[in-house]
């Protein structure tokens, strides 16, 4: 997830899709993405690859494999015969408490 400033949280998820430990609080998040990439190659899961892709794409960054939920949710809804429909815009709900906990001092409902 990222924010206006250029920062950002990574969230590292166990096989369930759970997350595996405390989100980790990025000041840049270009350039951890970089690193991480880098170090270890993992697969992206970002809630809209929209938002997130082009700031990389224009740091020269690129990601090996990555999954866009808001894609693949329009994908399914398409087979179920439901194109079209609008999808859930949801968060996890850890990583964006954390976010908004670092970022504003306050927990935020």
Avoid: K, N
């Avoid at 990389?56 to 329009?74: K, P």
């Amino acid at each position: 997830m990222s924010d206006e400033r250029g920062g950002g949280v990574l969230c590292v998820l166990d096989a369930t899709g759970r997350p595996a430990g405390p989100p980790e609080v990025v000041t840049d998040l270009v350039a951890a993405v970089a690193a991480r990439e880098a170090a270890e190659h993992p697969r992206w899961v970002w809630s809209t690859a929209t938002a997130v892709y082009p700031p990389l794409l224009r740091a020269g960054v690129r990601v090996d494999r990555c999954h866009d939920v808001e894609l693949t949710e329009a994908l399914l809804l398409g087979h179920a015969g439901r194109w079209g429909e609008p999808g859930r815009e949801q968060r996890d709900d850890t990583c964006q408490r954390e976010h908004d906990e670092a970022h504003h001092g306050e927990r935020v409902a």
